[in-house]
Each structure stands twice: as C-alpha cells, then as structure tokens.
C-alpha cells in the first residue's frame, strides 16, 4: 500500500474554518465497543447505563485549559454523526478474527440509524463534569469519542499561537522519536503488536500517522489496530474484544453478594455464546486477579488467554502462568495480551522475560499515539498526556465499581468500593502511579 504523507503541520496551522470536527464516523471509535454493543442490543436492552468523565491527573484542571463552548460544538457535532453506506457494507462484508458475517444482520439494521444520544455538562473546581445518561445500547458509544474530543480539544489548545515553522519542529520531533521507537521494535523477532491509541490520541490524523508508521516500518510484527476506521481505511485488522464495563454492569445489577461476585464469570459465559472461537480473552481484573483465579470454574483454562490490564506486566503474566499450569495447561499454547500503559522499554523488558513461556501480543496505546514531551520549541506541559477515562457509573440506577489491580485506577464511591473489597479481597493489588 502506497500512503500519501499529510503535512500534519501545515494543516493544524492552516484550519481556520468555524468547526474542524474531530468525529466523523462513527467508526472512529475501538472494535471492542462494537463486539459489546451486539452483545449489549441482543441480551440487554432494557438496562440503563450512566457514563462519566473521570481525570485521573487531578492536577489538570481541564476546563481551564479547554473552552467549554467548544467542546459542546464538537458533542453536539458528533451527535449527527450516522453511519454511511460504505461503512455498512464494509461491516456487514468484512471478515474478523478470520469469521465472516460476526455482525448479524439485525443488529446492523438497527446500527444503521444509531446515532450518539445526548450529555449532560457542567463545570466543577476547574473540570469539566460530563456524564450521558440513557439506555446502555447508546451511553456505551459515548465513551471513545468523548475521550477522542476532549484529548484533540487540549493538543489544539496547546498548539494555538505555534506558527508553522514551530509547528513544524513540533511534528518533526515527534516523527523522529515515534521512528526511534519502530527502530528499537524491530529487534524483537517475533513481536505481534497493534495500535490501541485512540482514545487518548494526541489527534486523528496523528494516530493515522502513527499507524501507517508502523505499517511500513514493522510490517510483520504490526498486527492490526483498534481503531475500526483506521482498520477499514488502511486495509488491516479490526482487533478487540470486550472491556470492563460488562462485569461492572453485571456487577451493579447482581442482586446479592454472590451475584456480584458472579459477574465476570457470567459475562464469559455470555460472551462465549454469543462468539467463541479465537475470541475468548479474558480480562480478568475488574475487582482483582488474585480473586478471578481463585474462584474462577475450570473452563476458563480452556479459553484462548489472558489480557492482564492493570497489573505489573511481568508479574501479572506470571501468576496467570502459575494458574494456567495448575490447571493442567501449557503456557505456550496460550497467549497473553498486554496493553497498560505501554512504551517502548515496557514492551522490551516483557517481550523478553516471556519471550518462549508464552504466546504474547501488545496493545500499544497512548505513548504511541500521544507522546509529545518536549517536542515543542517552547516548554509546552499542555501536550504531555493525562490519565483520562470515561466509565460507567450506574446501571439502572445502581452504583457500578471497578476494582481493579492498581488501586489508584478503581472507580467507584467509596463505600461501594469498600464493599466490593470485602467480597473480592485486596490480594495482590500494587499500587503504582497513573501516567496515562
């Protein structure tokens, strides 16, 4: 594939019309939100589900830095957002993780006339609150645009007043450092890697950039991206799966403490129904590893691996190894899915150590889409990345948490959360810092 490099600089600098839009499809989005939604529309269409917006680096003070009147534009414009017809033929034509036809024809009917439904916004001490209320099957689309809109709304911020030439050194800089990392991967015979980096991208047409980089660059290691549009526009593979918010939901809908602890299991259950196949990853650390392994049922071992979110990589992969060998299974027949926080070092350093254990693949996200640290002429903190996300919060009206294994990325009330740690324990979680 012949790509024509855009002059990224050039064009920042050069939009001067009254809305750039930053979503234009509604593909501009991860695959994972798309394999939950059909899940979502055929088995829960009656629930309710609350998103909102969480900064992790409080030190942001994100309304301060971003004009709230703009950010409204960008929603309000990505609500008019549909699907066009060429999108619709390619998911209905296209085949994924090597299945034709995994969307249903039903479910893209009433894809077809999906648009964002509407938000809630406010301002409070210097951060924007932003919340979508609704059914499940709508709130859940909100989660990677709004996260897409409010990272590009800082990068423009940040870059306005640069004039071209500045601009210019900017991009340059970061090219060469995003080609430095490609050079260093290179050395990694065997690596799978993908692009997991839109939603804290430091702009659209960067990640482009950044994924037609490693395209050329790596092209037997790169293995596809998350992005649906970019997959659909560069001839590559959709890649993702499900995330944390089914068990949250499961969770906040449980009855009992049995059926909150339940959750995870019940979700890979109706996921294994609904897919199967190479698409059985588990995530297994919503409310804590340690307490998924121990109680998790004996077909889980059969599933194809692991995607170990928010532990140490390296000591994560190992006790899910540990596991998988008590439970009778070889390691190397299965495959690990690495995708916190990654950079380059990260991705060395774990490639490494499991490097013959097991099977491995990295998500690469926000340091390869969004690393622009000293980059610009002048110091600029503005482009440095933060720890935004956007997550569930309610289910018909019930608090949902998220536990995880790096207490410093729970979400939740705090009671709630106290509550869940006497069901789940507190095993094995590490505190470590939230950069991105």
């Known amino acids: 594939m012949v790509f024509r490099v855009l002059d990224i600089a050039r064009r920042v600098h050069d939009h001067t019309w009254k809305l750039d839009p930053i979503i234009r499809s509604l593909l501009d989005t991860d695959f994972y939100k798309l394999m939950m939604l059909q899940m979502i529309w055929k088995q829960h269409r009656g629930v309710d589900a609350t998103f909102s917006l969480i900064n992790r680096t409080t030190s942001i003070r994100l309304a301060e830095e971003i004009d709230i009147g703009e950010l409204r534009d960008q929603l309000d414009y990505a609500r008019t957002v549909k699907l066009g017809k060429k999108e619709m033929i390619w998911l209905a034509g296209n085949s994924f993780y090597r299945r034709k036809q995994i969307f249903e024809p039903e479910f893209l009917a009433w894809l077809a006339d999906f648009q964002l439904p509407d938000y809630e916004i406010d301002i ?5 609150e932003l919340h979508f209320h609704g059914p499940w099957t709508h709130t859940t689309m ?8 409010i990272n590009e709304l800082r990068s423009r911020a940040a870059m306005r007043g640069m004039g071209p030439f500045e601009l210019d050194v900017l991009y340059a800089r970061a090219k060469a450092r995003m080609w430095e990392k490609v050079e260093r991967l290179k ?3 065997g690596l799978s890697i993908s692009d997991f980096g839109t939603r804290r991208r430091h702009s659209f047409l960067w990640q482009r950039w950044c994924v037609q980089a490693l395209q050329e660059g790596i092209p037997d290691a790169f293995t596809g991206t998350s992005n649906v549009l970019l997959a659909m526009d560069n001839d590559l593979e959709a890649v993702g799966t499900n995330a944390h918010e089914l068990p949250m939901v499961y969770a906040a809908l449980a009855k009992t403490d049995e059926g909150i602890a339940a959750a ?4 890979l259950e109706d996921w294994n129904k609904l897919y199967g196949g190479n698409l059985l ?5 919503t409310f804590g590893t340690a307490a998924f392994l121990a109680d998790a049922p004996s077909w889980v071992a059969d599933w194809t691996g692991f995607r170990p979110d928010s532990a140490p990589p390296v000591e994560g992969g190992e006790r899910i190894i540990e596991w998988w060998r008590e439970q009778g299974e070889d390691p190397r027949d299965k495959i ?9 070092d990260t991705i060395v350093k774990t490639f490494s150590h499991f490097n013959g254990k097991v099977r491995m693949a990295f998500g690469w996200g926000t340091n390869l889409t969004n690393d622009f640290v000293d980059c610009a002429p002048r110091r600029n903190d503005q482009l440095r990345a933060i720890s935004l996300v956007c997550k569930v919060t309610e289910a018909n009206g ?7 294994d790096n207490p410093n990325k729970a979400t939740g009330e705090p009671d709630e959360i106290a509550r869940y740690l006497k069901i789940f324990g507190s095993e094995e979680r590490v505190e470590k810092p939230v950069y991105v």
Do not use: C, H, M
């Open 124 to 128: 409070r001490d210097g951060q924007f």
């Open 142 to 149: 909100w989660e990677i645009p709004a996260l897409a809109i």
């Open 187 to 189: 050395t990694l015979d």
């Open 264 to 267: 995870n299991y019940r979700v």
């Open 281 to 285: 990853i588990v995530l297994p650390d």
């Open 336 to 344: 690990l899915i690495f995708s916190d926080g990654l950079d380059v």
């Open 398 to 404: 019930l608090p949902a948490v998220k536990l995880s």
